[in-house]
């Protein structure tokens, strides 16, 4: 499985993006999908999760009420919905996918990683 993470950029305090997850080389359909990230200085955190096919969602709890999780199974790709951006959710953002249905927390529990698409939060 190849993941391919994009829709990061350059945004100001109090505004979205869209991030896309698109899977290739096998359907992902049963496979559940995380978003994590990794801040400048710090170390790789959860952000969301969302199972296959799409039954049970996780949010950080910095994230919720702000980013909404989910997938279209048609087109293999997850999405990640930010919205009310923080400077604080700066970092480098990964989707990962893991070959088991449930929508777990930890990094370790998912065997294939995109390359990070970075977003940039102003104040």
């Known amino acids: 499985v190849q993941l391919q993470a994009s829709g990061g950029g350059l945004v100001q305090a109090g505004g979205s993006l869209r991030l896309s997850c698109a899977a290739s080389?096998?359907?992902?359909?049963?496979?559940?999908v995380g978003w994590f990230r990794r801040a400048p200085g710090k170390e790789r955190e959860f952000v969301a999760a969302?199972?296959?096919?799409?039954?049970?969602?996780q949010f950080a709890d910095s994230v919720k009420g702000r980013f909404t999780i989910s997938r279209d199974n048609a087109k293999n790709t997850v999405y990640l919905q930010t919205s009310s951006l923080k400077p604080e959710d700066t970092a480098v953002y990964y989707c990962?996918?893991?070959?088991?249905?449930?929508?777990?927390?930890?990094?370790?529990?998912?065997?294939?990683w995109g390359q990070g698409t970075l977003v940039t939060v102003s104040s």
């Open positions: 080389g096998r359907t992902v359909t049963w496979f559940a």
């Open positions: 990962a996918a893991r070959d088991g249905a449930g929508a777990r927390k930890e990094g370790r529990e998912y065997a294939y």
């Open positions: 969302i199972s296959g096919p799409g039954g049970t969602i």
